[in-house]
């Protein structure tokens, strides 16, 4: 079927262009929590069920509410809060654009020019 | 080729060999049956039991978790507060071991035929509510946060209330289907292992009669014609070489049993040679000593009847002389009337009955004669028995020789006896002619004498190139085996007295060997004579 592009976009300041995809995963995890220039990680979930949402966690390698259940441990641990989630792309686009160090994920035609591109997926659809 | 046809060790190896592929091909079905089943039954202990403890565990820490967020909620004191998060930590861990070893087993798990729809959708159904529940958890903990502490309780005991109510129903359900699956596999592992088990013992039970049935069949092919050469050996022990065995397989029961065959029929061959050869040795044994000894008799005979047939002549001439001498005398007196002085003469004479004297003198005279006549016959007919070689030796005709037979017998067969004759192509034969000719007429003779009536005669001449064969058989009153016996035998015969003189078979016998031939007689009574002469060709 069709290529659902996901692209992991940041904030136009984010000091990377690319993530590796361990690197993408301890950023979600909350395990890393501040960028390269000491800024913090704003990380960014998308809450409507979708077919984006699926290609991400696909790539991340955990189901949603696996990487809830981090994110508990790590609200209960007082180590960080869990990322807000979303109700749209557009939503995510604004909030990165917005906040420095902030890092989400919309679908690739979603993307404009006011973020970064980090990574693409290209999603085969089974 | 056919079964019965291999050799011994062939067979056996064959029919152990068989019930061996069956005895495996049962156990290795049993085997393959029983591993079949047992992982079924180790799906069941390994995977599908702790599959379910781990959902029931799931739901426990689920329920375990809501409690510890609800006193978490209702405690103020930092360090309880602090208790209830690590409790919670701690919890989270186990509910993500949980998941964790659910989907591990459910992966894990070789056997296939359980899984099901209806639990790929349940756990499905579960994630979405969970992480509802979670998403409640974190506005929660954001109440908390905001110290909304009634409406984060609110949150707890309604909306989330209802998702873990839905959930944790879903998670029953798994345990539910998980557990109805163990029995199911249970149940069809029983099931298979009643059914492999039934089979098994068929199989063996099977076996063992195929193997007996195949043992016995076995000993059939091998013991019955052994019994059988044991037996005939034991006959052929006992002196009874007509045992012929019936094996006509080819293995080695087979050949020893043919050549067993062979033996006995060169063994019986060599005892009728040996047989046959006795006999004829004893017959000419017997027939040179009687030639030895008719011939000396001859020779004894020969002289003093040939002083009587001699002197017989001279005799009758000397008495015809005397009474020619009487004759005168009388004319004398009759004359010279002398009649006073030769009356005592007279008397005497008239006493004498000189007619009769003379009547009786000659009737002596011709019964001495006749006696050294049939004496001196007899004594030919002794002679040319043991003597032979007074003809020279020529090639004849055995045809012309048996028809110039029948011409001299022809006044004794003629309207009475029909000779029915069968020649053969048969090349002239080199032989003493007149006494051949002699046999024949003998053994007509003879063939019609034996014929009281009316009867035939048959007569078959061949040849097969080397041998010529003259068969000469009657319809006559046959004989006796102890007359046919000494039918060979100078003097022997059953004609009454005068008829015949016991010689013509023995001087038939003698002419036969002197050619180097040989004299066969087959004879029943009443069922009439054959004579066969075999006569080499030469």
């Not at chain 1, 809450?47 to 259940?69: H, N």
């Not at chain 2, 004759?327 to 009769?356: C, G, S």
């Not at chain 2, 010689?503 to 050619?515: D, F, K, N, Q, R």
């Given at each position: 079927?069709?290529?659902?592009?996901?692209?992991?976009?940041?904030?136009?300041?984010?000091?990377?262009?690319?993530?590796?995809?361990?690197?993408?995963?301890?950023?979600?995890?909350?395990?890393?929590?501040?960028?390269?220039?000491?800024?913090?990680?704003?990380?960014?979930?998308?809450?409507?069920?979708?077919?984006?949402?699926?290609?991400?966690?696909?790539?991340?390698?955990?189901?949603?509410?696996?990487?809830?259940?981090?994110?508990?441990?790590?609200?209960?641990?007082?180590?960080?809060?869990?990322?807000?989630?979303?109700?749209?792309?557009?939503?995510?686009?604004?909030?990165?654009?917005?906040?420095?160090?902030?890092?989400?994920?919309?679908?690739?035609?979603?993307?404009?020019?006011?973020?970064?591109?980090?990574?693409?997926?290209?999603?085969?659809?089974? | 080729?056919?079964?019965?046809?291999?050799?011994?060790?062939?067979?056996?190896?064959?029919?152990?060999?068989?019930?061996?592929?069956?005895?495996?091909?049962?156990?290795?079905?049993?085997?393959?049956?029983?591993?079949?089943?047992?992982?079924?039954?180790?799906?069941?202990?390994?995977?599908?039991?702790?599959?379910?403890?781990?959902?029931?565990?799931?739901?426990?820490?689920?329920?375990?978790?809501?409690?510890?967020?609800?006193?978490?909620?209702?405690?103020?004191?930092?360090?309880?507060?602090?208790?209830?998060?690590?409790?919670?930590?701690?919890?989270?861990?186990?509910?993500?071991?949980?998941?964790?070893?659910?989907?591990?087993?459910?992966?894990?798990?070789?056997?296939?035929?359980?899984?099901?729809?209806?639990?790929?959708?349940?756990?499905?159904?579960?994630?979405?509510?969970?992480?509802?529940?979670?998403?409640?958890?974190?506005?929660?903990?954001?109440?908390?946060?905001?110290?909304?502490?009634?409406?984060?309780?609110?949150?707890?005991?309604?909306?989330?209330?209802?998702?873990?109510?839905?959930?944790?129903?879903?998670?029953?359900?798994?345990?539910?289907?998980?557990?109805?699956?163990?029995?199911?596999?249970?149940?069809?592992?029983?099931?298979?292992?009643?059914?492999?088990?039934?089979?098994?013992?068929?199989?063996?039970?099977?076996?063992?009669?195929?193997?007996?049935?195949?043992?016995?069949?076995?000993?059939?092919?091998?013991?019955?014609?052994?019994?059988?050469?044991?037996?005939?050996?034991?006959?052929?022990?006992?002196?009874?070489?007509?045992?012929?065995?019936?094996?006509?397989?080819?293995?080695?029961?087979?050949?020893?049993?043919?050549?067993?065959?062979?033996?006995?029929?060169?063994?019986?061959?060599?005892r009728e040679r040996m047989q046959k050869a006795q006999v004829q040795l004893v017959q000419s044994e017997?027939?040179?000593?009687?030639?030895?000894?008719?011939?000396?008799?001859?020779?004894?005979?020969?002289?003093?009847?040939?002083?009587?047939?001699?002197?017989?002549?001279?005799?009758?001439?000397?008495?015809?002389?005397?009474?020619?001498?009487?004759?005168?005398?009388?004319?004398?007196?009759?004359?010279?009337?002398?009649?006073?002085?030769?009356?005592?003469?007279?008397?005497?004479?008239?006493?004498?009955?000189?007619?009769?004297?003379?009547?009786?003198?000659?009737?002596?005279?011709?019964?001495?004669?006749?006696?050294?006549?049939?004496?001196?016959?007899?004594?030919?007919?002794?002679?040319?028995?043991?003597?032979?070689?007074?003809?020279?030796?020529?090639?004849?005709?055995?045809?012309?020789?048996?028809?110039?037979?029948?011409?001299?017998?022809?006044?004794?067969?003629?309207?009475?006896?029909?000779?029915?004759?069968?020649?053969?192509?048969?090349?002239?034969?080199?032989?003493?002619?007149?006494?051949?000719?002699?046999?024949?007429?003998?053994?007509?003779?003879?063939?019609?004498?034996?014929?009281?009536?009316?009867?035939?005669?048959?007569?078959?001449?061949?040849?097969?190139?080397?041998?010529?064969?003259?068969?000469?058989?009657?319809?006559?009153?046959?004989?006796?085996?102890?007359?046919?016996?000494?039918?060979?035998?100078?003097?022997?015969?059953?004609?009454?007295?005068?008829?015949?003189?016991?010689?013509?078979?023995?001087?038939?016998?003698?002419?036969?060997?002197?050619?180097?031939?040989?004299?066969?007689?087959?004879?029943?009574?009443?069922?009439?004579?054959?004579?066969?002469?075999?006569?080499?060709?030469?």
């Open positions: 079927m069709a290529f659902a592009q996901v692209a992991i976009i940041a904030h136009k300041a984010a000091p990377e262009d690319t993530l590796s995809h361990a690197q993408l995963l301890d950023f979600y995890s909350c395990e890393i929590k501040t960028w390269r220039n000491k800024i913090p990680v704003v990380v960014f979930d998308l809450k409507p069920v979708s077919e984006i949402r699926e290609a991400f966690y696909k790539l991340l390698g955990k189901t949603p509410s696996r990487m809830k259940s981090i994110w508990l441990k790590k609200l209960l641990m007082g180590e960080s809060n869990p990322p807000l989630a979303l109700e749209s792309e557009e939503e995510v686009l604004k909030k990165v654009a917005a906040t420095r160090g902030a890092i989400g994920f919309v679908g690739k035609t979603k993307v404009t020019g006011d973020v970064k591109i980090i990574m693409v997926i290209e999603k085969k659809e089974k | 080729m056919k079964f019965k046809d291999l050799k011994l060790g062939v067979k056996l190896a064959g029919g152990f060999g068989v019930i061996l592929v069956i005895m495996a091909g049962s156990n290795i079905f049993s085997i393959r049956r029983m591993s079949a089943i047992k992982n079924e039954i180790d799906d069941v202990t390994a995977n599908r039991l702790p599959r379910a403890l781990a959902l029931a565990d799931l739901n426990l820490n689920t329920a375990a978790l809501r409690i510890s967020q609800l006193q978490h909620a209702f405690t103020r004191e930092p360090a309880a507060r602090q208790q209830q998060k690590d409790i919670m930590i701690r919890l989270i861990d186990r509910i993500e071991g949980n998941k964790d070893a659910y989907e591990r087993l459910k992966n894990e798990s070789t056997v296939r035929q359980f899984d099901s729809a209806e639990e790929d959708a349940l756990y499905a159904a579960f994630e979405r509510k969970w992480e509802t529940y979670q998403d409640l958890s974190f506005t929660f903990f954001d109440l908390l946060g905001d110290n909304a502490t009634d409406k984060a309780i609110a949150l707890l005991n309604g909306a989330a209330q209802n998702i873990f109510d839905n959930f944790s129903a879903d998670l029953t359900a798994l345990v539910q289907v998980n557990k109805r699956n163990s029995s199911e596999a249970a149940r069809r592992a029983d099931v298979a292992f009643q059914s492999a088990r039934a089979i098994t013992r068929t199989l063996s039970a099977g076996t063992i009669l195929f193997s007996a049935f195949l043992v016995a069949w076995l000993a059939r092919f091998i013991a019955v014609p052994v019994r059988q050469l044991v037996g005939a050996a034991k006959g052929v022990a006992g002196g009874d070489l007509n045992v012929h065995l019936n094996i006509d397989s080819k293995d080695e029961i087979g050949n020893l049993a043919h050549s067993f065959n062979l033996m006995t029929a060169s063994l019986r061959e060599a017997k027939m040179a000593s009687l030639g030895q000894l008719t011939a000396g008799i001859a020779h004894e005979i020969n002289n003093p009847v040939n002083f009587i047939s001699a002197n017989v002549n001279p005799l009758r001439r000397d008495i015809a002389e005397v009474l020619a001498v009487l004759a005168q005398y009388d004319e004398t007196v009759a004359t010279q009337q002398l009649q006073e002085k030769f009356n005592t003469v007279e008397t005497l004479k008239k006493n004498l009955d000189l007619p009769y004297l003379k009547e009786e003198i000659n009737n002596l005279l011709d019964g001495v004669q006749e006696g050294a006549q049939r004496t001196s016959e007899i004594v030919k007919g002794l002679r040319s028995f043991t003597r032979l070689g007074e003809d020279e030796r020529k090639p004849a005709d055995i045809n012309q020789g048996i028809e110039s037979a029948l011409l001299m017998l022809k006044h004794q067969l003629k309207n009475r006896v029909e000779v029915i004759k069968d020649y053969g192509n048969v090349p002239p034969v080199v032989c003493y002619p007149g006494k051949l000719n002699q046999v024949f007429l003998n053994l007509l003779a003879n063939a019609s004498q034996a014929i009281a009536g009316a009867g035939k005669i048959f007569i078959k001449t061949s040849c097969d190139g080397e041998i010529v064969t003259i068969a000469i058989k009657d319809t006559g009153m046959g004989m006796t085996p102890e007359v046919r016996k000494h039918i060979f035998e100078p003097f022997f015969t059953t004609k009454p007295i005068g008829e015949g003189t016991g010689l013509g078979l023995p001087i038939t016998y003698g002419i036969i060997e002197a050619h180097d031939g040989n004299i066969e007689v087959y004879s029943e009574p009443d069922q009439g004579s054959e004579f066969v002469i075999t006569l080499p060709v030469k």
